[in-house]
């Protein structure tokens, strides 16, 4: 149950940045960029919290979220690949909640510009069709 309701989160967060995306973002506006970093703090949130349960229910033990990654890449169920994507987003997330005086505005314009939001949706997806198949996703 508790994946579903993260991958929904995950999935309702992306449709939120495509909207704010599309309809024109004023980066020189302080609402515009705080409503940005708001949502890509609770898809990344979403994103960490999910894997932090997988690991649990796979009996990984994880201290951090990178180490849940780094073991899930090991265990093969997302690539490297992936997960270089997603520690960075677990670090993006630790600047926006932790430094946000450091924010970057134009590495938060790149995150959004580029849709890595939507490549950690697909991330996640592919992932929680494999712990389907594999029967650990909550009932």
């Known amino acids: 149950m508790l994946h579903n309701r993260l991958l ?4 309702s967060h992306t449709e939120l940045l495509d909207k704010l995306r599309s309809r024109g973002i004023n980066w ?3 609402v515009d960029l705080y409503a940005v970093l708001h949502v890509l703090q609770v898809h990344a949130q979403a994103m960490i919290d999910y894997l932090l349960h997988t690991c649990a229910l796979m009996g ?3 201290e951090t979220p990178i180490h849940c990654i780094d073991e899930l890449g090991r265990s093969g169920l997302i690539t490297q690949g992936d997960a270089e994507l997603l520690r960075r987003v677990v670090r993006f997330r630790n600047l926006v ?3 946000y005086g450091a924010i970057d505005v134009v590495r938060v ?3 959004v510009e580029s849709r890595g939001y ?4 697909g991330i996640i997806k592919n992932l929680h069709d494999r712990l389907r198949s594999m029967g650990v996703v909550d009932p």
């Open 28 to 30: 020189n506006d302080l």
């Open 118 to 121: 939507a490549m950690v949706l």
């Open 109 to 111: 314009r790149g995150i």
């Open 97 to 99: 909640v932790h430094e």
């Open 60 to 62: 990984i033990s994880a």
């Open 8 to 11: 929904e989160i995950i999935a």
